[in-house]
């Protein structure tokens, strides 16, 4: 099969891999769902086991591609340390609980904060730029959130305001880890940081494990496969398709198709749930792009006169 005329094979590939990695990220709030109905999962064991897959199969990359490199250093440890609470431990049991008790529209809609606060914690650190114009738009973004949290007035979090606001906690956990690995950049990988924080966090495994039903019943297949959707697919899969195609497009490439993961969410809770739209939904989707929009625009460049 020949490619197109004059489209670059590797970036094609590129692009198609970012695709199928949306596509991963954003069915995995209707597979949560459908492991947390009855008979399934608690969120707190979905957690052990995706930390375990994790550990598992990133690690084992990352010994393969590695080597001894992928041993970070003494003194660093304490730092992959706080990655891993924060990036996986306290993130999953935050995300998995709040999509428990909230939906996978929100869900998808709450997970689009993670740039906005990432700038805004990367700002606070002078990682990142500050401008009057992004600032704007962490204040829009942020504001866009109160519908969710609040839809029936400020005294009232609602059916799925207490599922929300666990994950915009997690939104914050997940940017502080974000935040704080991009010191460890320098010297390792991508893969070896992930890898680190996945099994540095093995040590929570236990307390997600204590007092919870660790498999589906048996005769439950829509749990069993969406358990193995959610471990294979989002933990694993995803992430590999994810290096592939930023070894072959722009990460400003990579940061616009992200966009596209609340509306796969949307789409498929509609289809396998009937979830509808709320107007509180759409002026949250609204604001929350619009916020997203104003802190990713790059500043002009500055024009020299001669």
């Given amino acids: 099969m020949s490619s197109l005329p004059g489209v670059d094979r590797r970036i094609l590939a590129g692009h198609g891999a970012l695709a199928l990695v949306q596509v991963g990220f954003g069915l995995f709030p209707v597979f949560g769902m459908l492991v947390f109905a009855p008979g399934g999962l608690s969120p707190l064991a979905v957690g052990a086991w995706r930390i375990v897959a994790g550990s598992l199969a990133i690690g084992a990359l990352a010994a393969l591609r590695h080597g001894r490199r992928a041993v970070p250093r003494p003194s660093h440890l304490p730092l ?48 990142e730029a500050f401008s009057a114009v992004r600032a704007l738009g962490v204040a829009v973004a942020l504001a866009g959130t109160l519908p969710l949290l609040f839809e029936h007035g400020l005294g009232d979090l609602g059916a799925y305001g207490l599922g929300n606001l666990l994950m915009v906690a997690n939104a914050l956990s997940y940017s502080t880890y974000l935040v704080l690995s991009k010191r460890l950049t320098r010297e390792y990988s991508a893969l070896v940081i992930t890898a680190w924080s996945y099994l540095l966090s093995l040590i929570a ?102």
């Avoid at 891993?84 to 306290?90: F, I, R, W």
């Avoid at 909230?102 to 906005?116: D, F, K, R, Y």
Wanted: charged share 5%.
């Fill in 80 to 127: 992959f340390f706080a990655c891993a609470m924060l990036g996986v431990a306290v993130n999953q049991a935050l995300y998995l609980a709040g999509l428990s008790r909230s939906t996978p529209m929100n869900a998808g809609l709450v997970m689009s904060l993670i740039p906005v606060f990432t700038f805004a914690i990367a700002a606070v650190v002078r990682q």
């Fill in 205 to 306: 495994v236990p307390a997600f494990a204590f007092g919870q039903k660790l498999l589906p019943d048996p005769g439950l297949a829509t749990a069993w496969w969406s358990l193995a959707y959610i471990l294979v697919v989002p933990t694993v899969i995803a992430y590999v398709l994810n290096m592939f195609a930023l070894a072959r497009v722009r990460a400003s490439t990579v940061a616009v198709y992200v966009y596209s993961q609340p509306i796969i969410a949307g789409l498929a809770s509609w289809v396998v749930f009937g979830e509808r739209p709320t107007h509180a939904m759409l002026v949250a989707a609204a604001a929350l792009f619009l916020g997203i929009w104003l802190v990713g625009r790059r500043p002009p460049p500055v024009q020299v006169v001669a």
